[in-house]
């Protein structure tokens, strides 16, 4: 089926052809030793049993004080978990293990030139340094409870120091990815009113040294354009004593923390006990409209919530290697390398850089040396391994108990080659569906209890109770083969609390489009809407297929079209822009930038690169498009929107459906000579589409 042929269907019941996959059993090694192994947890966590079934994951924490209120609905969408309770998020990552493991490594981190030694950072050792950390925090840069800090630091384990060191003391901290701009770090900056920026002078990516602190400067400037001093910016160094960057320190504002950590080395600064209300750290994220929102996330119920959920999902025991090789600046490391795998008390292990350097055997020779047992990636990493090195896991002696495909779908068939040559076919696989906004899982299947079937995320997780609804709010059956915007009908103790400084725009875009009564106080009139598109077969599970709002899944980052074309739009010669998503072999998409000139202007490879300048400087190389295209108008319906999904059917060399109701139909024909003939002279002409592919692409925009 291609784009717009929707014939009996509406928008969002897209028809979806494909072929049921089998399940896969995992093994009875796995299932003998896992955390979930008893069928009646999902009993335990059934509707009759909500919200009481999530004292399981909060009496996994240790508490100053018990709570009283489980769940707190008077507020709604504003859900308050484990009211009454107190507790400290670092007490419970670091100090409750030091009885039992000081000397167990916490953090094993790997640095990525081969030859640099690997740091263990035993439990005890993190103590020390989380609350030197702590101290410089409060005593050097006087940072209080309440206050926010940001961090724009890369995958050095100085990061979950800091990040545990706020949490010691109820600061908020704000990680921005460190592959994002300094312009896009200070914007973060001036949202969350920090005025203390926590940063690195360089790191190694693919065997270089990159300047990171020079990102600190263009930060710290956007913020003050944005009315946000920044009066204190503290510098880790990569190697101790030497200076990685070429900017200067700035007198007065910039310091190293090796100069000033000295007398703070020993000091002792004791976990504050917090309400579990309290929000423990801001992640932003991109929607469909304006400026990127910080999610943010409480104490007690989200460590509650990934405490639970990293085990019986993860299957983490305290003896276990974990390595999830995703980044700490994204939430699936907030919560699945630092918070939920330390209050379990196992060794995590971080990798600086990147999976393929200096080889493809990279990633299985930590395994192999770590012992490592549990494995943690996103698709786009499982595409590229495959790519460059196919035969690698095979040469090297590591066993995978468990593994998880995060972020993205997953081809069925690149799910089998990580499930046979990466898990060596002896490993349990979780497909873990779930967002920034969602604190942790949402749907997966529970390892040890439920088959696999790859493409598919599974059921949704324990606690959790999704729908998939159609545009009017009713609900498209389980193994109807139509797809729809799946929700969840109940709060959950990791979902955000509010979007930063903007509670109107969180209710407005996870609650205002299927809520049954503005004025309900209960729940179940409150179905959270997560902006996937998804199809739920006739066994209840779900395979999503990506976003239905204006946002594009890029490698597992999620990019607001909205963002790459507010950057696009500040080339002068630019009068308008639209991003859409291509298929991308190996990133599952790649983003591409439809522009129309000013009057006067001409086209010209000058201008494509201005673009992409543009996008790198504004939001990061991430977010690079992979064509510009400059078109002499863009498709629009007649009150003058944009059609981008006429032009991604283009760039996807896909059907554009119907385009009658265009203003403008006749450039239709014209762009897609352009670009398609520019695609193929480029050597960029796709294979065909599958039907999972024609359905993600379907899915894009459709909430237009
Ligand atoms: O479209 C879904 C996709 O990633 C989006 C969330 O991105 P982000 O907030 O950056 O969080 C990523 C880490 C959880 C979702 O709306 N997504 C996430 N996991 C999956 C997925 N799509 C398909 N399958 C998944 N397992």
Redesign the pocket.
Known sequence: MAIGETAEVSEAQIAVHWREEEYIQPSRRFTGQANASDPAIRERFAEENFPECFREYADLLSWDRYWHTTLDTSNPPFWRWFVGGRLNASYNCVDRHLETRPNQAALIWVPEPEAEATQAITYRELYRRVNAFASLLRDYCGLRTGDRVTFHLPMVPELPVAMLAAARLGIVHSQVFGGFSGNACGERIADSQSRVLVTMDGYYRSGELVDHKVKADEAVARAAELGQKVDRVLVFRRHPGEYASKTPMVEGRDVFVDDVIEEHQRAVVAPVSLPAEAPLFLMY?SGTTGRPKGAQHSIGGYLAYVTGTSKYYQDIHPGDTYWCMADIG???GHSYIVYGPLSLGTTSVMYEGVPTYPDAGRPWRIAERLGVNIFHTAPTSIRMLRKVGPDEPAKYDYHFKHMT??????EPDVWRWYHEVVGKGEAAIV???????TGGFLGSTIPGLEPMKPGS?GPGALGIYPIVYDEEGNEVPRGSGKAGNICIRNPWPGIMQTVWGQPERFVQTYYQKYCRNPQSKDWHDWPYF???GAVQAADGYFR?L??VDDVI?VA???LGTKELESASITVAEVAEAAAVPVIDELRGKAVEMYISLKPGFSAGADVEEKVVHAIESEIGKIARPKNVWIVPDMPKTRSGKIMRRVIAGISNFADVGDITTLANPEVVEQIKHHVQSEKVARGQVPRELSAQEMSELQAFGKAD
Do not use: F, K, L, S
């Open positions: 994220t994204w939430i699936t495909t995060v972020g993205e779908p997953i497909d873990t569906w779930w967002q920034t906004e995320c997560a902006g996937d999503i990506g976003r899944n597992g980052h999620r």
